[in-house]
């Protein structure tokens, strides 16, 4: 069984710049998340999909975050316009039920 | 919040040594669970233990769970130079959203 895939594995961008993440989850995995860690800060999280649908976007930091996850499949994070605190390590998981989730190899992310 | 928070932050040891690693939390949990992240690499999976559970084993892995303190910790026995990785307690409570510490970061030597 193939775990959850995040592609790119690492993005240079500039500041100002728009940057797209993708994850895809789990096969047969309704639950996906979005973690971040920035720099010598804990791993946060972002927000949490039920198939298609948004449960809980507490952890999103602004308005420049969106994230979507159409068909209940794979999902995708766009930030817009990229600032310098973005920088850090997205991360992708996704679980069956409220219990183990399954991590991605994370995309890095530097914006310049 | 239900941060967890790791003690120590960094661990040193020789292989066959056994390495414990402790984690406290502020807040009333669903569950809690940990995670080792090699260098550079993803988070994997090591052990989840309920609220209702006082400890659980999973090969050299031996997780405690005291809820009345609000703390647990991870030993591994025995550990391998391949055991050197950043190990994460993670809280839930009724959300599904993860709570990390900062890690503590273990060395192996041969």
């Known amino acids: 069984e193939a775990g959850v895939t995040q592609f790119p594995s690492h993005s240079v961008i500039e500041k100002g710049q728009t940057v797209t993440l993708r994850c895809d989850p789990i096969?047969?995995?309704?639950?996906l998340y979005w973690y971040r860690r920035v720099m010598g800060k804990e791993i946060k999280f972002l927000l949490h999909f039920v198939k298609e649908s948004k449960q809980d976007e507490s952890g999103m930091p602004n308005n420049r975050f969106l994230a979507e996850r159409t068909g209940g499949t794979y999902s995708t994070l766009k930030v817009q316009p990229a600032e310098l605190e973005d920088s850090g390590v997205y991360f992708c998981?996704?679980?069956?039920?409220?219990?183990?989730?399954?991590f991605g190899p994370g995309t890095r992310l530097l914006v310049l | 919040s239900q941060q967890g928070e790791e003690d120590p932050q960094a661990l040193s040891i020789q292989e066959g040594e056994n390495a414990t690693m402790n984690c406290s939390y502020k807040t009333s949990i669903n569950n809690l669970q940990w995670y080792r992240q090699n260098s550079g690499r993803g988070l994997v999976h090591l052990i989840l233990i309920r609220s209702n559970e006082r400890e659980k084993h999973s090969g050299r892995l031996r997780v405690t769970l005291d809820t009345s303190k609000k703390s647990s910790s991870l030993l591994i026995t025995a550990s391998r130079a391949a055991d050197t990785a950043s190990y994460f307690c993670?809280?839930?409570?009724?959300?599904?959203?993860?709570?990390f510490g900062k890690g503590t970061s273990l060395l192996v030597t041969p």
């Open positions: 096969s047969g995995h309704d639950n």
């Open positions: 998981a996704s679980s069956h039920y409220q219990e183990t989730q399954y």
């Open positions: 993670a809280t839930t409570g009724s959300g599904y959203a993860l709570n």
